[in-house]
């Protein structure tokens, strides 16, 4: 099986890399736009099993076990989708894979992180909650014209309750020892923060 980016799609995000750097490499070289490469061509047996969870007349019409291409935003994601589902089109399946927060792909690359990676995604959304946490609950309470902590109460709490977790979290995290196990705590961080930040966006 062989993987392949279609640099028409690409829109130079790095989100690919970020979740699998052992298969895609973001190049920013001379001022140019950015674009993606594919460093592992051939993926090994494993990630094959894991496309194969897809719907079955998509990999038989696009041999997607063979060869699949991955389009990186929700734009050119829905652009090709309405392409399919065009008239002159020979199949109702888009030539190209949106790599969303789902696909099969980023669940075969975060089974091959490092386990330290979790912590990152905890400290991401502890942080999330602890500093939204209140804002969003009073918002949702002006909006809806609520009266008291009735109906948000939940939301509210996590600002004082995250609060805490953090501070638990930090004394795991000062246990830690070795580069390797900090810098996947660093990067999950990184990531999970990149992906709040991009569905605030598109709220």
């Known amino acids: 099986m062989r993987v392949k980016v279609d640099l028409a799609l690409c829109q130079g995000h790095a989100v690919c890399m970020q979740e699998a750097p052992?298969?895609?490499?973001?190049?920013?070289?001379?001022?140019?736009?950015p674009k993606v490469e594919v460093i592992l061509e051939f993926p090994p047996e494993d990630l094959r099993a894991r496309l194969e969870v897809l719907p079955?007349?998509?990999?038989?019409?696009?041999?997607?076990?063979?060869?699949?291409?991955?389009?990186?935003?929700?734009?050119?994601?829905k652009e090709l989708l309405q392409a399919a589902l065009s008239a002159g089109s020979d199949s109702t399946?888009?030539?190209?894979?949106?790599?969303?927060?789902?696909?099969?792909?980023?669940?075969?690359?975060?089974?091959?992180?490092?386990?330290?990676?979790?912590?990152?995604?905890?400290?991401?959304?502890?942080?999330?909650?602890?500093?939204?946490?209140?804002?969003?609950?009073?918002?949702?309470?002006e909006s809806l014209l609520l009266e008291g902590e009735?109906?948000?109460?939940?939301?509210?709490s996590h600002a004082s309750l995250?609060?805490?977790?953090?501070?638990?979290?930090r004394q795991l995290m000062n246990r830690l020892h070795g580069e390797e196990a900090l810098a996947a705590v660093v990067e999950s961080t990184r990531v999970n923060f990149h992906h709040f930040t991009r569905i605030v966006e598109a709220v």
């Open 22 to 33: 052992e298969v895609f490499r973001v190049n920013e070289t001379d001022g140019h736009y």
């Open 56 to 77: 079955q007349s998509y990999l038989a019409d696009r041999k997607i076990v063979e060869s699949f291409t991955l389009a990186t935003s929700t734009a050119r994601g």
């Open 93 to 141: 399946w888009p030539e190209a894979h949106y790599l969303g927060p789902l696909h099969p792909v980023l669940d075969w690359a975060a089974d091959r992180r490092h386990p330290c990676s979790v912590l990152g995604m905890l400290y991401a959304l502890e942080v999330i909650a602890s500093v939204y946490g209140g804002p969003f609950a009073a918002a949702i309470r």
């Open 150 to 156: 009735h109906g948000v109460s939940f939301i509210g």
């Open 162 to 169: 995250d609060a805490r977790h953090m501070a638990e979290l």
